[in-house]
């Protein structure tokens, strides 16, 4: 079985300074370190970072970045996802249990045994999933290019996507292609009630529905724009709408009022007025421990050579075809 290392060093003593902000900057001049967020976390923690993006965004960031230590302030995959493109490079992520529902439901050892029924197909693998599960894909893809990316293949090619389900069948709407799907889901984006939608919308006539493909199908089809993250913020720029319904990750919201404070900015509800619409991973990472992280250089994420070697193959090829 394949593994992820983290590398941990003994708790800190350090007290923490008044002015986290200030601290984090000096930091960042010490260790020639850069911090990557996604659109996700909380709000002190973008306006704190260097770079805010989505999935494809963040991984050609982490790309191309000059700097010695890179500090990911996301989930673990995503870490993952610098390490195996900056395998000399310290990458330090705030907190080591930031995981992601999609990553696990996709455990290496059930998808190779799903991948064997299928030996004729290409693997089609969203970044959100382990190193181990990328090392056994052809291609990696992210919700702002699944489409192209699938577009970009041979007709003819048979196709296994994995691993959400939702953002499978999006693309299959979208490109007419009959893909094969490894059933799994975001615990977010599915908790999404259609129904306390439509309740919404009535009392907020005007505003626009935009969702993130990773919605259950029911509440897609009553979105007015469906994009990624870095696509919602984008159309929520560019479009006379002045009131939005949000049914993605409401972290995405403070980017979105930063750049358009005039307008209004309404979080989808999710199923029995639960707080769920949160994603609990991405709200594990806080000012104070993004500080402490580059204070102690640790956690460290760590992969075997092995496989950041077979993971690299799939990630270049999507950049190559972003």
């Not at 999609?102 to 970044?127: M, N, Q, T, W």
């Amino acid at each position: 079985m394949f593994t992820t290392a983290f590398a941990k060093s003994k708790p800190t003593t350090h007290q923490l300074p008044t002015d986290l902000f200030t601290a984090i900057e000096n930091l960042k001049q010490e260790l020639n370190a850069v911090v990557l967020a996604h659109y996700y976390q909380e709000g002190d923690i973008q306006d704190v970072a260097d770079y805010i993006g989505d999935s494809l965004g963040l991984s050609q960031k982490a790309a191309n970045t000059d700097a010695d230590v890179i500090v990911f302030a996301g989930v673990h995959f995503m870490a993952e996802t610098a390490k195996i493109l900056n395998p000399n490079k310290l990458v330090l992520i705030p907190d080591l249990d930031a995981g992601c529902s999609l990553a696990e439901g996709c455990p290496p050892e059930e998808f190779s045994r799903f991948k064997e029924r299928y030996p004729d197909h290409l693997v089609v693998s969203y970044i959100n999933c382990t190193a181990e599960i990328k090392a056994m894909s052809d291609i990696i893809c992210t919700s702002s290019n699944a489409v192209k990316i699938i577009n970009q293949t041979p007709e003819e090619q048979p196709i296994i996507f994995a691993p959400d389900r939702n953002l499978g069948r999006y693309v299959m709407k979208e490109t007419g292609r009959d893909l094969v799907l490894w059933e799994g889901s975001c615990i977010v984006h599915e908790t999404f009630s259609e129904k306390a939608i439509v309740q919404l919308k009535t009392t907020h006539p005007e505003a626009e529905i935009i969702a993130h493909p990773e919605c259950e199908e029911p509440v897609l089809r009553h979105a007015n724009y469906i994009g990624s993250t870095t696509r919602l913020l984008k159309y929520s720029q560019d479009s006379s709408q002045k009131e939005f319904i949000v049914a993605t990750e409401p972290g995405i919201i403070h980017q979105m009022q930063k750049a358009t404070p005039e307008k209004t900015f309404i979080p989808a509800p999710a199923m029995n007025n639960c707080a769920c619409n949160e994603c609990p991973y991405m709200r594990l990472n806080t000012l104070e421990k993004l500080y402490l992280a580059m204070k102690n250089r640790s956690p460290e994420v760590t992969l075997p050579e092995e496989i950041r070697q077979a993971a690299l193959k799939p990630i270049q090829k999507m950049l190559a075809m972003s």
